[in-house]
């Protein structure tokens, strides 16, 4: 691969098709010094270790890429670089696509799009633009809109959001050690058996419970009760 020029747009590319890394890279390189292409790479797995170093401006990802789904690699690309991801894929289904933005993607394009919508959506997105016709910016606002409605009628919520970081310790190691004492648990807190006290009445008031059989079971329900260093 040739040499990068300082300030192009250095484009990632993440396709199980060696034809298509072929056909992208040949595009993306045309249009040195705008862009150039930092690395290619058949699967998520082989590009990872690599994208620190090759410190790509945008990553074009197909969804499909055999083993592995775009929708679970997204998240985890996301993770681990500040590079901007476009979905290049040959699926026409609107929902998977709609999913792929929802969890970060910055457009979606498809294989069929000409050389020049290609070009162009890597340059609107690494200005910082979504590349998203109206239709789909659409659904995804309705999408989005729908679930936080969902989560501000949850009262539920409310309350959990209310608990301090120390109150949501001490509801995991009173829960995960259903059986143990309210010394035993102190001791374990580094806490005396009063403090640990007032910060249940605490916990009880802000999630409206009565006692530690009430809480063992709020916390089962709404995942409170996972271990966690205390």
Not at 75 to 85: N, V, W
Not at 161 to 171: D, M
Not at 196 to 225: P, Q
Request: charged share 30%; hydrophobic share 40%; with cysteine.
């Amino acid at each position: 691969m040739s040499e990068t020029v300082v300030n192009s747009i250095r484009v990632l590319l993440i396709d199980d098709h060696r034809s298509v890394l072929w056909g992208l890279e040949k595009l993306i390189e045309s249009q040195k010094p705008k862009m150039c292409v930092v690395g290619k790479f058949t699967s998520f797995a082989e590009a990872s270790n690599e994208l620190e170093k090759l410190d790509p401006d945008i990553i074009l990802l197909d969804l499909d890429l055999g083993t592995e789904h775009g929708l679970d690699i997204l998240p985890r690309l996301i993770g681990i670089t500040q590079a901007k991801i476009l979905i290049l894929t040959g699926s026409r289904d609107p929902a998977l696509h709609d999913k792929a933005v929802i969890a970060g993607a910055k457009g979606i394009l498809e294989k069929e799009n000409s050389a020049e919508t290609i070009l162009t959506a890597i340059e609107r997105v690494h200005a910082g633009q979504l590349w998203l016709d109206q239709a789909r910016m659409g659904r995804i606002i309705l999408e989005l809109s729908r679930k936080k409605s969902a989560e501000e009628k949850n009262p539920e919520r409310i309350k959990i959001e209310s608990l301090t970081p120390r109150e949501r310790n001490i509801i995991t190691a009173v829960t995960v050690r259903a059986g143990a004492t309210g010394n035993d648990v102190a001791k374990l807190l580094h806490i005396s058996e009063s403090t640990l006290r007032n910060h249940l009445s605490s916990i009880y008031t802000k999630l409206e419970l009565s006692n530690r059989l009430e809480l063992w079971d709020y916390a089962h329900k709404h995942g409170l009760d996972k271990d966690s260093n205390t």
